[in-house]
């Protein structure tokens, strides 16, 4: 089993559609949360960090399930320039350098 | 401009010919890291480096060497590359201040070994 699992996808959704997004771990010491962004090869940017408490930033929502080991990226109100692949990404202890990458979810809005 | 950069962008190469692809930073960051990403498997972590003369092995080490003798630089070494390292190879510097965590990469290398 990998250490982050993400749903592949893709996901294709109409302009403004709302999507959600889900990663498990499976590392219960892991202790930060990311979504990273990437598009087309490019390299990957990130998108927001994933707090126990929740956190909203604009259309995006970003929550953390300890007790089940998940996190989950909610857009709403989907644009074009949503379209990319969506990675979970998992921090081990302590130490910002060693990180886990899930696969990737692939997101395409359409008109 | 803040950035990390590296080199070269592309290289084709052949089997057992020792290659260096360079990643440098100028945010003055702590933490480096090397990435290769494969259709797939996503991003796996190389090594990665909490500072000068600190390293340590990510998830795919086998056939990889770093080295940080200063704070701006992290190569990353293939000593006699391979055909399954034809990858895209990423490198990061990563800020870690106080809970804040983000990880800056660069353009990307795209490697193949013939």
């Known amino acids: 089993r990998k250490e982050v699992e993400q749903d592949p996808g893709p996901f294709n959704v109409p302009e403004g559609a709302t999507v959600a997004f889900n990663c498990t771990y499976s590392n219960s010491a892991s202790q930060s949360f990311f979504w990273y962004r990437q598009d087309c090869r490019k390299e990957p940017k990130l998108l927001m960090s994933v707090y126990s408490s929740g956190n909203e930033d604009g259309r995006f929502t970003a929550q953390l399930n300890r007790a089940s080991q998940y996190i989950s990226l909610l857009i709403r109100d989907s644009k074009l320039s949503d379209s990319a692949t969506y990675l979970c990404?998992?921090?081990?202890?302590?130490?910002?350098?060693?990180?886990?990458f899930g696969d990737g979810t692939t997101l395409t809005v359409k008109p | 401009e803040a950035q990390v950069t590296q080199n070269p962008r592309y290289l084709i190469t052949v089997t057992g010919k020792k290659l260096t692809v360079t990643c440098s930073q100028n945010?003055?960051?702590?933490?480096m890291s090397w990435y290769r990403q494969d259709p797939g498997l996503g991003l796996r972590q190389i090594y990665y480096?909490?500072?000068?003369?600190?390293?340590d092995k990510g998830d795919v080490p086998e056939g990889y060497k770093v080295s940080r003798k200063e704070k701006r630089n992290f190569p990353l070494i293939l000593e006699s590359p391979s055909p399954n390292q034809t990858s895209l190879y990423f490198c990061a510097s990563v800020i870690a201040v106080g809970g804040y965590n983000e990880q800056f990469f660069g353009p990307g290398t795209r490697l193949t070994v013939l």
């Open positions: 945010m003055n960051h702590e933490y």
């Open positions: 480096s909490m500072n000068v003369e600190v390293t």
């Open positions: 990404v998992v921090n081990r202890g302590t130490n910002a350098g060693k990180s886990t």
